[in-house]
Every structure is written in C-alpha cells, then in structure tokens.
C-alpha cells in the first residue's frame, strides 16, 4: 500500500504534514547548506536518511535535518535552538519496544501531539525514530526538558535521544508490487472506525504507513501492524545449512533446518526426501508448505499486494513436485482478478458495515429517547408528590426556627439566672459581715456602759461618804480606766 493511498484516512497525507519545501525532485542529493533560511542553522544541522513503508509492497525514502547534538553544539534544557518547530525527531527507540509501550512512555504528553510517524533511520538496524509534531511550542519545549537524555525504563540503559527538527524531505518510493486503490477508502481510524482527526486526537502512522488514532493503536500490545501485519522488529537473517544462500528459504518446523528452495539448489527438498519430515516454513512469507499433500496448509495467507489476509488460491496442476505457486497462480490474470475480488470483499464489507452502524445507531437513539421520556414522566410525578412535602417541609422549618429561638432564649434566661444568684450570694455576704461588725460594735459599748454605770456607782458612793472616809486606793487607781 502507497503511502498516498494508506494514509488517506486523515484526508491528507502524513508525507505532508512533515513536508517543508514545496516540491522535491525524487532520486536527487539535497544540498542542506541552503534549505534553511539562515546560514548560522545550517552550521548546527545534521542529516539524517530514513525510510518508511513495507519493503515488499513500497518503500518512501527522505532525509531529516535535526539540530546537532553533539559536543560541540549542544543545547541544554535553558539554551534551546532560537528558530525551533513545534516538530521532534526521537532517534534510537528500540525496536521491542512496541507503538503502546511508546505512547505510555510520553505519557501526559499525548493530549498535545496532533501526529507522530514511525520510521526507519538508515544505519539503526534494531532501532526505529519517531517524528513527532507538538499543538504549541510551549508542549514541545515542556516534552525535550522532560524526556530528552532520560531512560525508556528503569530496567534498561537505553537513553531517549530527543533532537528539534528543522526540516523532513520525501526524495521518493519505491514500488516493490502493485497497490491497490480503492475509491471508497473512509477517513476513518481502521480500529475504531471514527474519524481521523488530529484536531480531535493525536494521529500516529506506523512503520508501513498505516495511521491510526494514538489511543486506539496504545491498545494493541504487538509489534506488528493491526491492517497488514508487518512487524517493525525484523528477524535476524538467516542462511542456507548447505551453500549459505540467503534467498528463498525455507525452514523444517520439526527440526529446524534451513534450506534453499527449488529456484536455487534445492536443499530444503532433498531434507524431505531424506528426513521425510513434510512441513517447511517459507521465511520470506511464513507460509508453511506440506510436500506430502503438495499444497500450503492455510485457507488464509498474506497477500503480497497489500499485505492483508486474502483466501489463497486452489492448487494449480502444473506446479505438482514444485514449492511455490506455480506461474500461472503468479501470472497478471490471476493478480488482476483476485484485486477484483478482493476489492469487491471490501466495498460489501464496507457497505454492509455502515447499513449496521447506521441501524445500531437508530436503534440505541430509540432507546435513549425511550429513557429521555420515562425520566421526564418519572420527574413529574415526583414534582406534584413534592408540593405536599414542600408545605410540610416549610411549616417543620418554622417550627425548628420557633424552637430555636426558645432555646436561645431558654439559654439567656439560664445564665442570667446564674449571675442573679451569685449577686444575691455577694449581697448576703456583704450583709452577714455588716450585721457581724454591728453586733461586736453593740457588745463593746454594752460592756462600756457596763464600765460607766459602775464609775457612776463608785462616784455616788464617793459624794455619800463625805465624812471623811477614805476611800481605797484601788477605787482612785480605777478612775482613769472608766473615762475614755
């Protein structure tokens, strides 16, 4: 599948949003001294090849120019490029690392990215990049200072290695077979079915060019593509056991050996014939071929067009004691009519799939109209149960305002009972000492009296006794203490 024709779901092609220049000549060297509009970026730029697309259908080719990161330019989290984008190249993402282990990994981030793209970067056989375009330039700076030079994990020593990216030019494809195009391709996520809209969510294009929402494809926890299965993380090569070729293998699936098929020397026949062991995997494909019943094993195989799963062709007479489909299952006929086929499978699918939608649709707006009226009905039958209630309800608040008020009053009346009791407590105290000094005032002028009444006495006795007599002595010594 093209990239024009795989990525027609967001209505424009990925190729597009991270192209700057206007028109490319394919095939051609690009000179990146004066692509940038400042001869001080070109000094501190460093290109990149990459490619994108499955090597067996297309393959595009272009190059990344990214800021350098290197000894001697390097930017730290307070020293960015002045004439930065919005858009981020992240270089060396291990290739185990699958498109949901990423998108976990940039984590709060994924609400600001309107597109990322997966590609291969020429010289990182294990490893893939990532482009990576931002809604702000606020949201792309926040994402370098926070991921740049920091581990995809804590079990791993892989660092993620962010570099800004000044320019990405397509300089051409590659059509390995032919792709089909259909007409009737929806802009539509191939999980979910909804629009493609980087507006609403984040897009991003895997390795084959096939894009999907950022939230539907975080799902899918393999390596491969959910439309055409092509995995990212390739397996190593391998040989022929005999004469070390590396085309057109196949390999036992009881043993393991790896030999070469009849359009070389044909080592992986005679291993059955001398092991009798039928079952061979062809390593290109992953089809398995039985020799005993002369056919593959699948219903389903992968079609080399598009990459998808189409029924494989009956068994043609001609290839009897061959491996492979024969030439003319491979011939323009048959290519063009399985096409037909297929593309006719599809628009019913399609057709049929949007009849259904459209009748769930209907169906559950039904529903929710059906809901939509009982609560309607339900809420006014509760309005007119409530207006009883509501009256019951004012007339206890005024009786809890009522009671509230008696309470309080209940309280003042309380406290000012305790404050008359302690003045009558103060008054008669004060009393009880007054009376008390009254009565030792009244005892010591009754026992004065006492005193004076008995000098008035003495005084009496003294003018009576005239005659002479001499009074004691004790009588006289007493005078002084009775006047006061």
């Known amino acids: 599948m093209s990239p024009s024709s ?17 028109s490319i000549i394919p095939g051609e060297p690009i000179d990146f001294a004066y692509s940038s509009s400042s001869s001080s970026i070109s000094n501190i730029t ?15 080719r272009g190059i990344m120019l990214l800021y350098r990161d290197d000894d001697v330019v390097s930017f730290s989290p307070s020293d960015l490029p002045v004439e930065r984008k919005p858009l981020v190249c992240v270089l060396g993402v291990p290739n185990h690392m699958t498109y949901a282990d990423f998108c976990r990994f940039c984590g709060s981030f994924i609400q600001h990215i309107l597109e990322m793209r997966i ?25 370098y200072k926070h991921f740049n030079r920091s581990r995809f994990s804590s079990l791993e020593v892989e660092v993620c290695r962010i570099l800004f990216t000044v320019d990405v030019q397509y300089t051409g494809s590659i059509e390995h077979a032919q792709a089909p195009c ?47 299965r ?39 026949i005679k291993h059955w014939k001398e092991t009798q062991h039928c079952y ?64 006719a499978i599809v628009n019913e699918y399609n057709e049929l799939l949007a009849t259904q939608l459209e009748n769930q649709k209907m169906y559950f707006e039904s529903l929710l109209q059906d809901v939509k009226e009982g609560t309607e009905r339900e809420i006014s039958k509760a309005v007119e149960k409530a207006v009883p209630v509501k009256k019951m309800q004012d007339k206890l608040d005024r009786c809890v305002k009522e009671k509230k008020f008696l309470d309080d009053l209940n309280d003042n009346l309380l406290k000012n009972r305790d404050v008359w009791k302690a003045k009558i407590l103060e008054v008669e105290e004060r009393e009880r000492k007054a009376s008390k000094l009254k009565e030792d005032k009244i005892s010591n002028l009754e ?38």
Request: one cysteine or more; proline letters at 4%; hydrophobic letters at 30%.
């Open 6 to 22: 795989s990525t027609a779901h967001t209505g424009a092609s990925p190729i597009e949003a991270f192209r700057s220049p206007p």
């Open 230 to 268: 092509y995995c990212q993380q390739q397996p190593e090569k391998s040989n022929c056991f005999i004469c070390q070729t590396s085309e057109n293998l196949w390999m036992c699936i009881i043993c393991g050996f790896v030999g070469c098929g009849r359009y070389k020397e044909g080592h992986a």
């Open 46 to 60: 460093q290109a990149f090849p990459f490619s994108s697309g499955n090597p067996r259908i297309e393959e595009t």
């Open 119 to 143: 590609v291969r970067t020429d010289g990182m056989e294990d490893r893939y990049s990532v482009l990576i375009r931002f809604d702000s330039q606020d949201s792309t700076d926040h994402f």
């Open 280 to 343: 061979s995997l062809e390593v290109e494909t992953q089809r398995v071929w039985d020799y005993a019943g002369d056919n593959y094993v699948h219903r389903l195989i992968q079609s080399k067009t598009d990459g998808k799963l189409v029924e494989l062709n009956s068994h043609c007479r001609n290839a009897i004691g061959f491996k492979g489909n024969c030439e003319c299952v491979d011939s323009g006929f048959s290519e063009a009519l399985l096409n037909s086929r297929v593309e």
């Open 182 to 228: 259909s007409s009737t391709e929806q802009p539509s996520c191939p999980v979910c079915l909804e629009r493609l809209d980087q507006d609403m969510s984040g897009i991003l294009t895997t390795i084959c060019n096939h894009s999907f929402h950022c939230s539907c494809i975080s799902k899918w926890t393999d390596t491969s593509c959910p439309v055409c």
């Open 447 to 484: 026992e004065q009296l006492r005193n004076l009444m008995l000098y008035l006495e003495t005084g009496d006795t003294v003018e009576s006794s005239n005659d002479g007599t001499v009074l004691p002595e004790s009588i006289n010594s007493s005078q002084p203490s009775i006047i006061k």
